[in-house]
């Protein structure tokens, strides 16, 4: 059927909508207090809704559902994790990072050991967080491709420049206000998505039910015993907690957002609150892939991957209106995400590389740097898009996995900061070395990428205890 002229006009009027108001915040951006914590003064709420939308990204909404078409739902087993995760942040990390005045997670790791240390923490964050948004901008190309013809370059060039825009002019309080506003639209489209589907099923839910529940598709427990399944309940809980642990108290882009609060007791109830909200969004993704496979019946090479089936159902299948209203959804997460990457980067990037090395640089130099910060990004994160064409399988999984292979060492760092006294600095370096030497190993073998994190963080917590133990400062 594919897009009329009332579908583009939605897309175009939420893409020039969005960065309309994003640039409403440009005029409030006075200090790098401003511009990369948004003055500390975000309400909970909106800090919830928008640590949501940077943990949810075009390869969520577009990858998720077609995880569940091949499979079924124990995912959510992961996704229990990731709110058994935010518990743990809550009650040994965050109180640290409340304590002073701090712009970054590493400057937690520079008051504990060093500076040396924190210069390879954010080092190590500014390297894979980039590899991992490649990938993420990278699957925009597969929606607006489908949904609008353009070549895949352009699509990713559309959306990058547009996200820019607003993040380079408003800082992380627009990329906060409009992480909000996309949220609500995201969700939004995919219950109307939901809804759709469910009326174009032949017999509705009745018949959805019968049909997945008859070929396991609605599973969601997987209490198999083994080590080598990449979703049982023993993977998904402890490794969903442990990836959580790392994703949302060591790494910049979640924890830039944490520190944005008004004071610790409204961190927390943000932190906790999304969890409750990401459950419930992983299962309404998961239940369309659900519906997409009783829909279809067919294998998921026939749309030749997986990530491409409900993109294709939304051109292909959805009443106009309702699938530009959904188009422009799945763009709304990809620009809340790219925005939070951005501007995360960028404050990692000028907090702890550049302040540090010029301490006395006026405010109005280090505005400049820090905007030019989020240009220089943004083109990398365009290049590094570009090259993952054709060159990733399920995009969530890819994304997952890179993230992984750092989280471990960050978090096995962070830890020996937090629960140990005896840990010094060039002792956690030598546990941080082994930690990611070992993760980088794990990517080349059939051990799940759910188990990655765990073991990375035990190995750097054991050998930067021991060889603290053996080494003195």
């Given at each position: ?6 579908d ?38 909106a ?24 499979t ?11 709110v ?9 990390l ?29 080092g ?19 929606v ?5 013809g ?25 990329v ?18 939901l ?35 990449p ?12 990836l ?18 008004r ?8 932190l906790?609150?999304?969890g409750?909200?990401?459950?419930f969004?992983?299962a309404?993704?998961?239940l ?45 997460a ?21 302040v ?5 640089a ?19 994160l365009?290049?590094?898009?570009v090259?993952?064409l ?13 993230a992984?292979?750092a ?8 830890l ?8 010094n ?16 190993y ?7 990428w ?11 917590f ?9 080494t003195?400062?």
């Amino acid at each position: 059927m594919g897009l009329d002229k009332l579908d583009l006009a939605i897309i175009a009027l939420y893409l020039v909508g969005i960065t309309l108001f994003g640039l409403r915040f440009r005029k409030r951006q006075q200090s790098l207090r401003d511009y990369f914590l948004a003055g500390r003064d975000i309400p909970w709420w909106a800090i919830g809704l928008s640590i949501v939308a940077a943990e949810t990204s075009t390869l969520t909404i577009i990858s998720i559902p077609g995880l569940a078409y091949d499979t079924n739902l124990t995912f959510l087993q992961v996704v229990m994790g990731y709110v058994v995760g935010r518990l743990v942040i809550s009650f040994v990390l965050l109180p640290h990072y409340f304590r002073g005045d701090l712009y970054t997670a590493y400057e937690l790791i520079e008051r504990r050991f060093g500076r040396g240390l924190r210069s390879l923490t954010a080092g190590l964050f500014l390297l894979t967080r980039t590899a991992a948004e490649g990938v993420r901008v990278y699957a925009v190309s597969i929606v607006v491709s489908i949904a609008l013809g353009t070549g895949e370059v352009a699509s990713i060039a559309i959306i990058t420049v547009l996200t820019l825009i607003y993040t380079f002019e408003g800082g992380l309080a627009a990329v906060i206000w409009t992480d909000v506003v996309q949220t609500v639209i995201y969700v939004g489209g995919t219950l109307v998505g939901l809804w759709t589907i469910l009326h174009l099923v032949p017999g509705g839910w009745s018949a959805i039910h019968a049909a997945a529940a008859g070929a396991g598709k609605l599973q969601v427990f997987d209490f198999t015993p083994s080590f080598w399944i990449p979703y049982t309940f023993w993977a998904g809980v402890i490794g969903g907690t442990f990836l959580t642990t790392a994703s949302h108290g060591t790494d910049q882009l979640i924890v830039q957002r944490l520190l944005a609060a008004r004071s610790r007791k409204q961190s927390v109830t943000a932190l906790l609150a999304s969890g409750v909200a990401v459950l419930f969004q992983f299962a309404l993704f998961l239940l369309v892939g659900i519906m997409l496979w009783a829909y279809y019946r067919v294998p998921s090479a026939a749309f030749g991957k997986p990530d491409r089936i409900y993109p294709t159902f939304i051109v292909s299948r959805m009443p106009h209106g309702i699938s530009g209203l959904l188009i422009a959804a799945i763009l709304a997460a990809a620009m809340s995400n790219l925005s939070a990457a951005l501007n995360a980067l960028s404050s990692s990037s000028i907090m702890d590389f550049y302040v540090r090395f010029r301490p006395h640089a006026d405010e109005r130099t280090r505005m400049r740097l820090s905007r030019l910060s989020t240009l220089v990004w943004a083109l990398l994160l365009f290049a590094l898009a570009v090259l993952s064409l054709h060159k990733v399988g399920r995009v969530i999984e890819v994304g997952l996995q890179i993230a992984s292979v750092a989280y471990g060492a960050l978090l096995g760092v962070f830890l020996l900061g937090v629960l140990t006294r005896k840990a010094n600095q060039r002792g956690a370096m030598v546990g941080m070395l082994f930690g990611f030497s070992v993760e980088l190993y794990l990517w080349g073998t059939h051990v799940p990428w759910t188990w990655w994190v765990m073991i990375g963080t035990i190995v750097t917590f054991a050998v930067g205890y021991a060889a603290s133990s053996l080494t003195h400062e």
